[in-house]
């Protein structure tokens, strides 16, 4: 003998979206980003006034200088790859389509 066949009961979907919380985080990512290029102005400074240094014989050794020049530009490269890679993934999202 079979089992009757019993009603079909509708299935609930998931919210598939979360509610919108508000949060204080608001420009958190412009004090991040706002952060970030001062402390590169600040390495480029700090390489600037030790090269000026030495060339003026204040009390600056070479390789003083040379640390700072080269700690400045790596983190500037640091940042334009940053900065290549943000616009990447921007480009991308501006490619999809709803």
């Known amino acids: 003998m079979t089992a009757p066949i019993s009603n079909i009961t509708p299935i609930s979907m998931p919210d598939l979206v ?3 919380r508000s949060t204080d985080r608001s420009g958190e990512f412009q004090k991040i980003l706002t952060g970030s290029i001062d402390k590169l102005e600040s390495l480029n400074n700090d390489a600037s006034d030790a090269v000026q ?3 003026t014989g204040e009390n600056e050794e ?4 040379v640390l700072a020049t080269q700690k400045a530009s790596l983190a500037f490269e640091l940042g334009l790859q940053v900065r290549n890679k943000v616009v990447d993934a921007y480009q991308e999202v501006m490619k999809m389509q709803i």
Do not use: D, I, Q, R
């Open 18 to 20: 979360a509610p919108a």
């Open 53 to 55: 240094k030495f060339m």
């Open 62 to 65: 070479l390789h003083t200088a």
